[in-house]
């Protein structure tokens, strides 16, 4: 889970998900699609759900603390023969994490209070968040939100053939049920740079253990707003056998 120079606004893109709450129902549509040149059926749907506290995250360089809340989801098919076929692991690792034989799409969708240190809300709704090709999208502005997404297929080891892609604008992510204990569940259509698309309907266990950083993702959120690249999470990948 980097810079700029518009101090109040490189805040305005982080926080999401908030108190428990149903919203839009299910199309009845398992989530499926194409990643990598090859169909794509998730057999594992994980999510963690973060929060900044009562004490918000500080942007350095910047002097600003704002209140944060997000939800990052994985669903991914892994060989299954690996024994490393833990999309959890995959959530809370900053250095991505590329299994063999297997595809993945990691799906963000973040909101920020910009007045405070005051962790916002972000209950289920039935209106969609709107899919952006970057990770902090100069609408985050006017909308608050960011919701970003990205798909990776990986061939077999040794070589482990990679092929790595970003959302494009004008998908969406709908949250139909969130809490801190999960699930997580909703409805996603998203196209991505390289041919690949998933749409249909996740429903997401929350991992425990140690929770993702949402102050460092603040902070590169922030920074990718200045021009810096970024992503979900840090290149080079370690090979996962």
């Known amino acids: 889970m980097r810079k700029l120079a518009a101090s109040f606004a490189a805040v305005a893109l982080l926080a999401a998900c908030g108190s428990s709450s149903k919203g ?16 794509f059926t998730p057999t594992q749907a994980r999510a963690v759900v973060v929060g900044s506290g009562a004490s918000g995250c500080t942007l350095a360089g910047l002097g600003v603390t704002v ?10 098919t892994f060989d299954p023969a690996s024994a490393n076929s833990d999309a959890c692991a995959d959530l809370s690792a900053v250095q991505c994490q590329y299994h063999a034989s297997s595809q993945a799409v990691r ?5 920020v209070n910009l007045t405070g240190p005051s962790e916002p809300t972000l209950g289920a709704s039935t209106d969609p968040y709107v899919v952006s090709s ?7 502005y006017t909308t608050g939100y960011v919701a970003f997404a990205e798909a990776v297929g990986v061939g077999p080891a ?7 892609e970003t959302s494009l604008d004008g998908g969406h992510v709908t949250l139909s049920e969130i809490s801190d204990a999960g699930p997580v569940a909703g409805n996603v259509s998203i196209s991505f740079t390289g041919g690949s698309s998933v749409s249909g309907d996740f429903s997401a266990n929350v991992c425990g253990g140690t ?4 102050c460092a993702l603040a902070n590169e959120l922030a920074a990718s707003l200045g021009g810096a690249p970024a992503g979900l999470c840090t290149l080079p990948a370690a090979n996962v056998p």
Not at 69 to 74: G, L, R, S
């Open 24 to 39: 839009a129902p299910s199309t009845g549509t398992p989530l499926s699609g194409h990643v990598g040149g090859r169909a």
């Open 134 to 140: 970057t990770l902090a999208p100069p609408s985050v």
């Open 158 to 164: 040794p070589a482990y053939v990679s092929t790595s």
């Open 107 to 111: 799906i963000l969708v973040a909101k």
């Open 67 to 76: 209140g944060v809340k997000a939800v990052e989801i994985e669903a991914a």
């Open 211 to 214: 929770p993702l950083d949402v």
